[in-house]
Every structure is written in structure tokens, then in C-alpha cells.
């Protein structure tokens, strides 16, 4: 009786193995255990208060105009946090964002109601001021090395007295120009919300199916069609049943005015997402932001130009706070000696650091800032509806920003452990 035996070259080829659902699971709860928890807290947080004040108001809570009222009430609060996001992941703080989105606003209305300019350029004007005080504030954070907590603070007194300057003590100054108001005040028609909605989907999945495509083609292991598809509808069916709940009437009259449709501020904070997300993630200077973060030394002795990084960073910072003020502008109609302070700041930082961003530096996405957000809002909102004690609504906030700073400390802990 005789043997064959194959060589290595007549050897049948073995297909790369492919990643299923269950694989994936079992990938994501490990990565869990070793402190690596990503959205996940925020995710489910979000999804208990909203079941909570749905079942608690159901008529006045999970309603088509709440729901839709909701997003740009979150709007600025999530912009300010955006660019927070960038820097906090230097582990350093901005307390004046506020008072930069409500100083740039009143530049911008200055501008347009009493020198008659044009919106392109009034709204240019608000962000350039905001790039002015990041610079500023990152030249003497970086340059100078003073603290960023001493730096910010003296911005928070300081442009609360420019706003004061130039809009005059007590005075509000309202905002007309239909442009303005269109971003927090219309609603895209339905056909533009699904047009929206296959833009979102195909953006998520076409590079994904690139990817996998791409490795198949190279021999490498991928991800099983069926974990594809489940990623894609994990995303595109809840994305349908909020287009489809937005597309409903919500107006009292519709003779009067028609409400239906996707908020304008929706598509408008994509875009920022988008651009933001990939400056972080797609380019060096990302990389860098990172690098800085985790170890600002040791980037430095990489070559990296810590002073320049941080400079943009705070300049981000600023110019996405401008942006806001923006918003403000359009959802107030006007603007006041208030924009911007109060207790905008302190839910703008809540709003990151509950999304996942974490007050230590290096670890945070732009995203974060958007989940924290609508948990906020959906706090603020929720409660309003429950009691109109403003007492209580600083408490729970307070307590949600408390819980996901100790995640976020739990986190790092069993994420050194585990690489012991």
C-alpha cells in the first residue's frame, strides 16, 4: 500500500476564514471586558431615558413635534461639544466656548442689522472671531505655557464683557435674514428626508463593502456577507423609522403652515461630522491630535509640533463654537446679553465627556459629542415635561456627567490592567 504525499505547491488553497455574527459578538465582548467600552454606555443610556419619559409621557414626549423640537435644541450645545472634543483630547479645557458661540453671534448680528451686510459675510466674520480666540488662546497656552484652566477662565470673564460691549447691557438684537433662520427654524420636504437617508446609508456602507471587497480580492480574512448585511441594517432600519416618524404632520393647522420633515439642522450637523470626523481620523494631523494627547512629551520627541497641534486644536475649539452662536442666532432669533452662558458651557463639556470623550486626553471621537448631546437634551427635554423644578434637572444632569466620568476612569483602569 503506497502514500502520496502533496508539496507544498500542489497543496489545495484554503480560503480565508470570514468573520461571523457570533465571531463578531465575541470580538466586541471581549473588547468590553478589557475597558474598552465605546459608545456603548452612552447608547444605552440614551435608549432608557427615552423609553423612560416615553412611558412616563407618552403624550407629550414621544410626539412627532417633541421629537422634531428636540434636535435643534440640542443643535448648539452639540457644536460647542464637537469642537471641545478636539480639545480635550489634549487633555486640556476651554471654559470660554460659551462666550465665544454668544461674542461671534453678536458680531454676526451687529453685521447684519445695523451695517446691512450681507449673510455670507456676517456669518464669516462670527467664524473668523472664533479663529481669532482660539489662536490666541492656544498661542498662550502653548507658547507662553500658561495653564489652560487660568487661559480659558480669563476668556469666559473677558469676551462675557466683549458680548456685553458690542450688543450693549440689556439690549437683544433680532435676527431677520430668512437664511439664518432657515438652519434651526425648516424642515427638508419628505422626499429629501429619504433622499438624506439613502445618502447616510450608502455613505456608511459602500466603504465598508470597498473594504471587504478589496480584501477577499487580496486573500486576506474579511467579514462574512451576513455580519455586512447586519451592519448595514443595524443602521439603516432605525434610520428609517426616524425619517419616517419626522415625515409626519405635526402642525395644529395645517392650513396655516405645514410641519413635516426632517430638520435642516440634521443634514447641517452631518456635514461638520463628516468633515470633523475625518480630519481626526483620515489625516496625520488627527494622528498627531492623538499622539499629543496620550503623550505630549514623547510626541514631541517624535517630531511631532506639539505648540502648532495644540494651537488648532483650540482654534477648532473656537470656530465650531462660532458656529454655534450661529445657531443660537437662528433658533433664538436673536441674540442677548445670555447667549452662550448661563449653563451652556458646562452641558457642552457634559455633552462630550458623557458621549465618551475622555477628560484625561487621547481617547474620544467627534461622534461622542453628538450622542451626549441628545442624551442632554433628552434630559433637559424629558424633565421639563415631568417637573419644572429646575433644581432637579441640574441634579440628574450633574449625576449622568458624574456616571460617565466614572466609566471613563473604570475603563482606562481595566484597559491598563489588561495589558499587564
Not at 289 to 318: D, K, L, P, Q, T
Not at 396 to 420: E, F, K, N
Amino acid at each position: 500500500m503506497t502514500t502520496t504525499s502533496h508539496s507544498p505547491e500542489q497543496s489545495p488553497e484554503r480560503a480565508p476564514e470570514q468573520q461571523s455574527i457570533g465571531g463578531a459578538l465575541q470580538a466586541w465582548v471581549d473588547k468590553i471586558r478589557g475597558g474598552d467600552v465605546g459608545a456603548l454606555p452612552v447608547v444605552l443610556g440614551l435608549v432608557v431615558l427615552v423609553i423612560f419619559f416615553s412611558a412616563i409621557k407618552p403624550d407629550l414626549f414621544a410626539t412627532e413635534r417633541n421629537v422634531a423640537n428636540l434636535l435643534p435644541q440640542a443643535a448648539p450645545v452639540v457644536f460647542i461639544a464637537m469642537g471641545l472634543v478636539f480639545v480635550l483630547l489634549l487633555g486640556e479645557i476651554d471654559l470660554g466656548a460659551g462666550f465665544t458661540a454668544g461674542t461671534g453671534a453678536a458680531v454676526m448680528a451687529v453685521l447684519l442689522t445695523k451695517h446691512g451686510v450681507a449673510w455670507p459675510l456676517a456669518v464669516l466674520a462670527c467664524v473668523a472671531f472664533g479663529v481669532l480666540v482660539g489662536v490666541v488662546l492656544g498661542a498662550l497656552i502653548a507658547q507662553v505655557r500658561i495653564p489652560s484652566f487660568v487661559v480659558t477662565l480669563a476668556s469666559f470673564l473677558g469676551l462675557q464683557g466683549v458680548l456685553l460691549l458690542v450688543i450693549g447691557e440689556g439690549g437683544t438684537i433680532s435676527i431677520t435674514d430668512s437664511t439664518i433662520l432657515a438652519i434651526m427654524n425648516n424642515n427638508l420636504s419628505p422626499a429629501m428626508g429619504w433622499v438624506l437617508f439613502v445618502i447616510i446609508v450608502a455613505g456608511w456602507s459602500l466603504p465598508m463593502l470597498g473594504t471587504e471587497v478589496t480584501r477577499r480580492r487580496a486573500g486576506l480574512p474579511g467579514a462574512a456577507t451576513s455580519l455586512v448585511a447586519a451592519k448595514i441594517l443595524a443602521l439603516a432600519v432605525p434610520l428609517a423609522l426616524v425619517v419616517a416618524f419626522l415625515n409626519q404632520e405635526r402642525s395644529n393647522n395645517v392650513i396655516i403652515r405645514s410641519l413635516k420633515g426632517v430638520p435642516v439642522i440634521v443634514p447641517f450637523t452631518l456635514v461638520f461630522l463628516v468633515l470633523l470626523t475625518f480630519l481626526l481620523t483620515r489625516t496625520s494631523f488627527g494622528r498627531h491630535v492623538y499622539a499629543v494627547g496620550g503623550n505630549a512629551e514623547a510626541a514631541r520627541r517624535a517630531g511631532i509640533n506639539v505648540s502648532f497641534i495644540m494651537i488648532m486644536c483650540f482654534v477648532i475649539g473656537s470656530a465650531m463654537a462660532a458656529v454655534a452662536g450661529i445657531l443660537y442666532a437662528s433658533y433664538d432669533n436673536s441674540v442677548a446679553p445670555t447667549t452662550g452662558g448661563a449653563s451652556t458651557l458646562l452641558y457642552a463639556v457634559g455633552a462630550a465627556v458623557i458621549g465618551g470623550t475622555s477628560l484625561f486626553g487621547g481617547k474620544g471621537r467627534v461622534i461622542d459629542a453628538i450622542l451626549g448631546g441628545l442624551v442632554v437634551a433628552v434630559i433637559q427635554n424629558g424633565l421639563l415635561l415631568i417637573t419644572q423644578k429646575s433644581g432637579i434637572q441640574y441634579i440628574v444632569t450633574g449625576a449622568v456627567l458624574l456616571l460617565a466620568a466614572s466609566v471613563d476612569a473604570i475603563s482606562r483602569r481595566q484597559s491598563a490592567g489588561s495589558r499587564r
